[in-house]
C-alpha cells in the first residue's frame, strides 16, 4: 500500500484528523525507516467493559496495526488511585494498584477481540506521574496558560453556568498530556469530545521539544436512545461480549435514525451500499426494519460469527414478530436468602436476576411500564413481590428468565 | 494585661484583622491555657535584605512576642528552588537548597534586630511542600475552586487586561494556604496585598479540620517616593542596616504626604502625639521639614542608637541646609581592572561604588541629574567617563564618596 492509501484507509470514518499533513508525513517517514508508528489510546481502569461505541475506536487501532503500526493503551490508574477527590461523585470510586492491575488483567482479554495483543503494548500511568514531585507539576502546569485550559468546552459550559470547577480538573488535561510526552505518542486517537485534551498533548510535547503527535478524532456513537453518547453509565450501551440474542435485540431496539450512524462506525460495510441502504430507506424500496435486521445481523456476526448471528435473528423474528415466548428462556437463580416471607423488592429482584445494573435503572424500567412477572406488568416500584419458581420475570422487550429460587 | 488590653494593643497600626472576634478568642484561650499562640510570617528567600517596609509587619510581631506568643517564620524556599519556570522573570533566580540555607543563615541576623530569637522558629516550606507528589497536590487543589482562586486581585487585573496567567501560578496560593496547614498557624500576618493568600489559609486550615487562622493585615508603607510599594525591586526603600547618614537622609526625602503615615506604621510614637504633629503642620504652627526632621530621628534612633541619630542629624543639617560636603566623605574605591584606559561606562561606576543597586537604577539617577562628578553634573547614562583619585563622586542628595582607584 502506498502511502496515499493508508491515509485514505486511516481517514475513513474519522471525525477529523489535526493536522492531516502531519499523519502523511509520520507514515512516509515510517514507510522509509521501517520504524513503525506509536499509537496512543487512553483508557480509564474504572469502566471496563467494552461497548460498541469505544468498539468505534479500537477497530481503527486495529486498521493501525494491520498496515504494521503499534498501540500503546495506556491505563489511567493514576487518577483512578486519586478517586473523586471532592467526593462528589460515586462514580469514581478509589482504586488500589493491585486492584487496578487485576482490573486490567480481565479487560484486557476484551481488547485482544478487537486489538492485535502482538502489536499492542500495556502501560499505567501511575508509573510516570505516581512519581512526579509538586516541584515538577508546577514545572509542567507552567507551560500551559489558565486561559487555554478554560477553553475546554465542559470548563466553558461550567462556567457559563456559574457551576463551580475544581482546581484540580485543570490538572487532568496536563496529566494525560505528559502522558503523550512519556511515551513518544506518533499519534493519539479518541472520540471528538477528547479534542481539548489530545491537542494539549500537542503542546506538551513541543515544549518537551518533541515532533507533536497528530490527533485523529473518532465519531461519538451514540446509545440506544440515539442521541446521547453510549456510555456506561447511561445504561445505553450494547457490550461487545454481550450474548448474541441480547445484542441482536439491542440493537433491533435502536431508533430508525441512528441506523446510519451505526452502519458507518459499528460495521465494515463499505461506505457505498451503506449509502445505498440509507437511500432504500429513503425512497421505501427497503423497509426499516429489514435493514435494522441486516445491522443487527452485522453487528452480532462481527462478535459471535455467522452461526450465532442467523441464530439470533431467527430468535428475534419469533419473539417479537410473533410476540411469543422464546424457545430458550434462561434460568435466573434468585438466592433464597434474599428473600423475606417469599418476598422481595422488585428493583432488588431485577438486579438480582441481573436484568438492571443498579436499583435506579431498575426502577426506570417499572416505571416505564417494561417489567413483568407471568405477562402482569407492575409499575410501581415500591412493593415487594412474592415470587415462586417456574415465574417468567421480564424486563423490556429483550430480558426475560425463568425464576428459579436457589 | 487583660485580653481587651492585648487585643488593642494588637491592633494599634492594623489594617484589618479577619475575623476580629476569633483573635479575641484565641488570647482569651491561650492565656487561660498557657500555650502561646502560633504567629506566622511567610518570607522570600530571595529577597533578604529587611527595610522599613518588612520591618512594619516584623514590629507587629515582635509585639506578639513580648506578649508571650510565639512567631514562626516560614522561608519559601519550595519555589524559591522552583524558580521562575516561565523563565520570563529574572528576578527570580533558581537558589539550592545549599545556598537557600545559606542565604537564611544571613539574613535572619538582620531579623533579631526586632524579633526576639528565644520565641522564633524558622522553618523551610521544602521540608513539606518538597515531599508532597502529584497525587498530594490533585487533592489539595480539589479543595478550592477555580472561580475562588481567580478571584485575587492580580488575576482579576491579568484577566481584565488578556495578559497570560500560568497554570502553575493558581497553584501557589495553595502551597502558601498549606504552609498554615503545616505548622497549624493560629494567626498568619501579613501586607494588605497578602489577604487572598492568607484567606485561603483559613480555607485549607478548615478543609482540614483545623480551626482557621486569624489574618492580621498591615499596611503597605510607601517608598521614597511616597506612592509605590517600599519594595528592594523598585530601588525606593530604606534597608533597616542602612548607615545612620543614609537612613536619616533617606527619610528626609519622602514627600511631605507619606510623613505621616511613616510617623504611624514606622515608629513608636504615640497616635496622640502623631495626630498633634499632623495638626501642627497642617496649620502652620510646626515646619514640616522640623517634622521630617523628628521622624528621621526617631526611625534612625530606633536602629542606630540616640547618639548615631544625633549625629546624623547634625551631619544633614551641615550639608543640606548649608550645601557643603560632609565632613567625613567616605573612599569609595574602584578596582583598577573595571577601568579601561582609564574609564569606566558611568551607569558601571555607580554600581562598583555602590551607589546604585544595577545598571537601571543607576541609569535612572544619571537621567535624573542626580549624579555629578567634583560637582560636574552629568545626565547622559551613554557615556565613559575618565576618572582620577580624589574625585567626589555623588549621586543624589546623600551619596557621596572620594574616588580611589584601588
Redesign the interface.
Known amino acids: 500500500m502506498t502511502v496515499e492509501e493508508q491515509f485514505e484507509l486511516l481517514k475513513r470514518g474519522t471525525a477529523e484528523i489535526v493536522p492531516e499533513q502531519a499523519l502523511k508525513d509520520k507514515l512516509e517517514r515510517s514507510m522509509k525507516d521501517g520504524e513503525p508508528l506509536r499509537v496512543k489510546l487512553g483508557i480509564d481502569p474504572t469502566a471496563p467493559d467494552i461497548h460498541l461505541g469505544f468498539a468505534v475506536v479500537l477497530r481503527k487501532l486495529r486498521q493501525f496495526q494491520d498496515l504494521g503500526h503499534n498501540v500503546v493503551l495506556i491505563v489511567g490508574d493514576?487518577?483512578a488511585?486519586?478517586g473523586d477527590?471532592?467526593g462528589r461523585s460515586e462514580t469514581r470510586p478509589v482504586l488500589s494498584a493491585d486492584q487496578i492491575r487485576a482490573n486490567a488483567e480481565t479487560f484486557t482479554e476484551q481488547f485482544w477481540r478487537i486489538l492485535d495483543k502482538s502489536r499492542t503494548e500495556l502501560v499505567f500511568n501511575g508509573d510516570w506521574?505516581?512519581?512526579?514531585?509538586?516541584?515538577?507539576?508546577?514545572?509542567?502546569?507552567?507551560r500551559?496558560?489558565?486561559?487555554r485550559?478554560?477553553e475546554r468546552d465542559d470548563f466553558q459550559k461550567r462556567?457559563n453556568e456559574s457551576r463551580?470547577?475544581?482546581?484540580?480538573?485543570?490538572?487532568y488535561p496536563?496529566?494525560q498530556a505528559l502522558d503523550s510526552v512519556e511515551i513518544r505518542a506518533d499519534v493519539e486517537i479518541g472520540g471528538t469530545d477528547q479534542k481539548f485534551n489530545i491537542l494539549m498533548g500537542r503542546d506538551l510535547q513541543e515544549a518537551h521539544g518533541m515532533e507533536p503527535q497528530v490527533g485523529l478524532f473518532m465519531p461519538i456513537l451514540p446509545g440506544l436512545d440515539g442521541v446521547q453518547k453510549m456510555s456506561k453509565s447511561l445504561g445505553n450501551y450494547i457490550g461487545i461480549n454481550e450474548p448474541p440474542n441480547e445484542m441482536f435485540g439491542k440493537v433491533m431496539s435502536i431508533p430508525d435514525s441512528a441506523m446510519a450512524t451505526y452502519f458507518e462506525l459499528a460495521t465494515d460495510v463499505p461506505l457505498d451500499e451503506v449509502c445505498a441502504i440509507e437511500e432504500g430507506v429513503a425512497d421505501g424500496t427497503i423497509h426499516p426494519m429489514d435493514a435494522k435486521k441486516r445491522l443487527a445481523y452485522k453487528i452480532t456476526k462481527m462478535y459471535h460469527g455467522e452461526e450465532a448471528a442467523q441464530k439470533a435473528k431467527t430468535e428475534f423474528e419469533r419473539v417479537f414478530s410473533q410476540r411469543e415466548l422464546p424457545t430458550e428462556m434462561p434460568d435466573v437463580v434468585i438466592p433464597a436468602d434474599i428473600l423475606k416471607d417469599g418476598k422481595i423488592w422488585l428493583p432488588k429482584l431485577l438486579v438480582a436476576a441481573g436484568m438492571a445494573g443498579s436499583n435506579n435503572e431498575a426502577k426506570r424500567l417499572i416505571e416505564q411500564g417494561a417489567v413483568t412477572i407471568d405477562d402482569e406488568c407492575i409499575t410501581d416500584s415500591s412493593v415487594d413481590v412474592e415470587i415462586r419458581d417456574g415465574q417468567v420475570l421480564r424486563a423490556g422487550k429483550f430480558k426475560f428468565g425463568r425464576i428459579r429460587i436457589g
Do not use: Y
Open positions: 493514576f487518577t488511585g486519586i477527590p471532592s506521574l505516581g512519581k512526579m514531585s509538586f516541584g515538577d507539576v508546577v514545572r509542567e502546569a507552567s500551559v496558560t489558565v486561559a485550559v478554560l462556567m463551580p470547577i475544581g482546581l484540580h480538573e485543570l490538572l496536563i496529566a
